[in-house]
C-alpha cells in the first residue's frame, strides 16, 4: 500500500488543486467519505459540502464543493466539481453577505451554496 495518492480537484471552469495527499474527506449522496492510500477503487456523486484534503507535506487544504463526482482507483483521486473554490479564495466578509441575503430572499439553493462557503472558510 502506498503512503499518498495523487489527487486532482477539478471545477468546471479550472483545475483547482492537485498534488500528493494522505487523507480525503468528501460529501457524496451516501454520506461522508474518507478515501486513504489504498482504498478501495470507487466512483460516487458529490454533494455541496467541504472537502478536505491533508497534503502530504502536512498541511490542510480545504474546498467548498458544489455538486460533481469523486472517483478513486490506482492511488489516483479524481474529484470533478460543477463549481469547486479553495477556502483562501472566499473572501468571508462577501460570503457572510450572500449568506443573508439567501436567507432574506428565501433562496434555499443560494443559501445552500453560501453555508458550504462558510463552512470551508471555517474549517481552514
Given amino acids: 500500500m502506498a503512503a499518498e495518492l495523487h489527487v486532482e480537484l477539478v471545477a468546471a ?10 487523507l480525503v474527506v468528501a460529501r457524496t449522496t451516501s454520506g461522508d467519505i474518507g478515501v486513504m492510500p489504498g482504498h478501495q477503487p470507487l466512483l460516487g456523486v458529490l454533494e455541496s459540502g467541504p472537502v ?9 487544504v480545504v474546498a467548498a ?3 460533481g463526482f469523486i472517483s478513486f482507483a490506482d492511488n489516483k ?20 453577505r450572500a ?10 439553493a443560494a443559501e445552500r451554496r453560501a453555508d458550504v462557503r462558510m463552512r470551508a472558510v471555517s474549517a481552514r
Fill in 13 to 22: 471552469d479550472r483545475s483547482v488543486w492537485s498534488g500528493e495527499a494522505t
Fill in 52 to 60: 478536505t484534503i491533508r497534503t502530504s507535506g502536512g498541511d490542510t
Fill in 65 to 67: 464543493v458544489h455538486g
Fill in 77 to 96: 483521486l479524481s474529484l470533478l466539481a460543477e463549481i469547486a473554490e479553495l477556502a483562501d479564495e472566499i473572501d468571508t466578509q462577501r460570503a457572510e
Fill in 99 to 108: 449568506l443573508e441575503r439567501a436567507k432574506s430572499d428565501d433562496d434555499d
